[in-house]
């Protein structure tokens, strides 16, 4: 059980496309996701914080106008990157948690690898 | 603020080795801590974790103390497989942050046959 997954699990495209990436959980609902970006051999970074039927909450730093996110409903949150450029190049992992469930605990999903030429 | 740090890598150990990865962190109150670990081009699993003073946390050999009073958290396996060569996280959610992970740098672990 607990099972997240992220569509697609790599993409690449054009400098200036926007690229949507989906976080599903499978088999519980999940009022609260989160997605993060991990640079090479570095640390998962937390971008927001998307909670279901509300807006995201954006770490300090993080443009909320080049990364939407949008959590419709209780199974799926979406990433979308706008007008892509290369620095955006990076792995973007996204996570839930169970609704009424622990509060502490996350469950990731495979993650997404994007490459923006 | 709340913090985890851990010990540096790359960490290169021969088959049947002891492994040790510390971890500290720094909090408010009572955190719940995790270790998390992520093998090449994949997402991350939840390896372990303890949610309150002196549980141990345990699972395929590995295992991690919760001392309060040390504020640590230190990964240990008796005897490392190559299978085990990844990249172990130690993240603590704080108390009241609505679920947030904090995460160590990560340590990379090499086992060698």
């Known amino acids: 059980g607990a099972v997240v997954s992220q569509h697609p699990s790599w993409v690449i495209c054009k400098s200036g496309t926007s690229v949507k990436i989906e976080c599903r959980s499978l088999d519980f609902q999940a009022t609260t996701m989160f997605w993060y970006r991990q640079f090479p051999k570095q640390s998962l970074m937390l971008m927001a914080t998307?909670?279901?039927?509300?807006?995201?909450?954006?770490e300090q730093g993080v443009e909320k106008d080049k990364f939407l996110i949008n959590h419709a409903s209780l199974t799926l949150s979406t990433l979308t990157v706008t007008s892509a450029h290369p620095e955006d190049s990076s792995f973007y992992i996204c996570?839930?948690?169970?609704?009424?469930?622990?509060?502490?605990?996350?469950?990731f999903g495979p993650g997404t690898r994007l490459t923006v030429l | 603020g709340n913090s985890v740090t851990q010990m540096e890598g790359p960490v290169t150990l021969s088959e049947e080795a002891f492994l040790t990865i510390n971890c500290t962190y720094t909090?408010?109150?009572?955190?719940?801590l995790f270790w998390y670990v992520q093998y090449p081009g994949e997402g991350l699993q939840l390896l372990l974790k303890?949610?309150?003073?002196?549980d141990k946390g345990s699972n395929k050999g590995f295992e991690a103390t919760y001392r309060k009073e040390t504020t640590s958290f230190h990964l240990e396996k008796g005897s490392v497989q190559v299978s085990d060569s990844a990249v172990y996280f130690c993240?603590?959610?704080?108390?009241?942050?609505?679920?947030?992970?904090?995460f160590g740098q990560g340590t990379e672990l090499s086992v060698k046959p």
């Open positions: 998307s909670n279901e039927g509300s807006k995201a909450t954006y």
């Open positions: 996570s839930a948690i169970i609704s009424g469930g622990l509060h502490n605990e996350q469950f």
């Open positions: 303890a949610t309150k003073a002196d």
């Open positions: 993240a603590l959610v704080a108390q009241d942050q609505g679920g947030k992970l904090i």
């Open positions: 909090a408010t109150g009572y955190p719940s």
